[in-house]
């Protein structure tokens, strides 16, 4: 008997998630309060053969003064989230490296957004950051 396949994480997937928010980073917090749905905005090859991991928190809370996009509700249930109003938070990520991340659980995939949808957080992601307003938080 073989192990049993782990799935591994894919751009575009929604996956539970200990995000660490940029204002528990500041306040010199190292762990995520609790796990959240999150968006695996892009998993990309990194250095020495590891994954690095950017993940945007998605929250119910309407964003003030935040870059953040709504889920659309037929995404919310394409992806197997809540049925209430949910944003992407485009303004903070986290970044991880998937082989050596203590906070990624292999058997916490929720689901995941269209391709459309996810092109859309995509493009907002990427010019977030060209712009300078996106705030990387990392997990290692």
Do not use: C
């Amino acid at each position: 008997m073989g192990k049993p396949s782990v799935a591994k994480p894919r751009s575009g997937d929604i996956w539970d998630y200990p995000y660490l928010w940029q204002w528990q980073h500041e306040g010199l917090e190292t762990e995520g309060r609790k796990s959240r749905p999150a968006a695996f905005v892009t998993v990309m090859p990194g250095q020495g053969g590891s994954t690095n991991l950017f993940i945007l928190p998605i929250t119910s809370s309407p964003p003030q003064d935040r870059i953040a996009i709504e889920v659309p509700q037929i995404e919310r249930r394409r992806a197997g989230l809540d049925d209430i109003p949910l944003w992407v938070v485009i303004d903070e990520y986290n970044h991880d490296l998937l082989e050596r991340s203590y906070y990624f659980d292999p058997n916490a995939r929720i689901g995941a957004f269209s391709g459309a949808f996810h092109r859309r957080v995509l493009e907002s992601f990427v010019k977030a950051i060209r712009e300078k307003r996106s705030r990387r938080i990392p997990r290692r």
